[in-house]
């Protein structure tokens, strides 16, 4: 019965050593290894920054692009600012694919106005907003 009590003592108590707890963890600046984990489908899955940032925020593409998006339908460049080659013009992709100008050197036309208000933010060009988001969380 001993020998019973001591092997449950050390089971139970090296199980409850190897718990981890994360609000215990050493701060750290994310680099291009970090990863979010989920089980949210109840598989375990890894989720690198790289690719959950751009839910987040839009990225810029340093590298111009060669064709003038169309204002909806795209499926390259999502949630993106580009420039396109040769014509220097400014779009914004949204992540459902619609492109709005924001500036052209060619024409001068772009965003006429931009207006913040419950909660969101949109850009209007021609009248029609052509982006919404959300507004960041005040403290």
Request: hydrophobic share 45%.
């Given at each position: 019965m001993k020998r019973h009590i001591i092997f449950l003592f050390l089971l139970f108590g090296l199980t409850a050593a190897a718990q981890v707890r994360p609000d215990l963890a050493p701060t750290k600046v994310p680099d291009g290894n970090d990863a979010i984990y989920t089980q949210e489908d109840g598989a375990l899955k890894k989720v690198k920054f790289s690719e959950a940032r751009k839910y987040f925020a839009p990225d810029v593409q340093l590298v111009e692009i060669n064709y003038t998006p169309a204002a909806t339908g795209n499926t390259q460049n999502l949630n993106e600012f580009v420039k396109v080659s040769g014509t220097g013009e400014v779009y914004y992709i949204d992540p459902e694919g619609r492109a709005m100008l924001i500036e052209s050197p060619v024409t001068g036309s772009g965003i006429d106005s931009v207006t913040i208000?419950?909660?969101?933010?949109?850009?209007?060009?021609?009248?029609?907003?052509?982006f919404t988001g959300l507004a960041a969380e005040q403290d």
């Open positions: 208000a419950n909660d969101s933010v949109f850009l209007w060009a021609g009248g029609t907003s052509y």
